[in-house]
């Protein structure tokens, strides 16, 4: 398991991600497109609110300092193995008064499938 763009983690989360075999890469760290290049099987759950709110106002948590559209799209384009799943999560339609977030997610929805499309 490999997290990708964390902003913000506890004392607590750092330990049991430690403690579980978690691999996290922080924000500050990034671009690790490296790390996107592992074998598959690949499930990929994308948070939404990892992007920064300028890119995805339409989540409940902001957090400015995320990663932009296009940062999320290369980190996506670097992955190598098979991608047998995908989820995007954190979308919240109430916040998304202008559609913003809701065609980033179809941009990266589209990205994903066209990858697993091709492998």
Do not use: C, W
Not at 35 to 48: A, L, N
Not at 50 to 68: K, N, Q, T
Not at 75 to 82: D, V
């Amino acid at each position: 398991l490999i997290q990708l763009g964390i902003r913000t983690a506890s004392g607590h989360q750092r330990e049991q991600s430690k403690n579980f075999g978690v691999e996290v890469v922080e924000m500050r760290y990034l671009p690790a497109l490296d790390r996107m290049k592992v074998d598959g099987p690949i499930y990929i759950s994308f948070d939404i609110d990892a992007l920064d709110p300028a890119f995805a106002p339409g989540i409940s948590h902001r957090e400015p300092g995320g990663m932009s559209t296009r940062e999320a799209l290369a980190h996506l384009q670097a992955i190598t193995g098979k991608i047998a799943g995908a989820d995007i999560v954190e979308y919240n339609p109430a916040q998304d008064n202008t559609q913003i977030t809701a065609t980033v997610a179809a941009k990266l929805l589209k990205e994903i499938l066209g990858k697993m499309i091709s492998n």
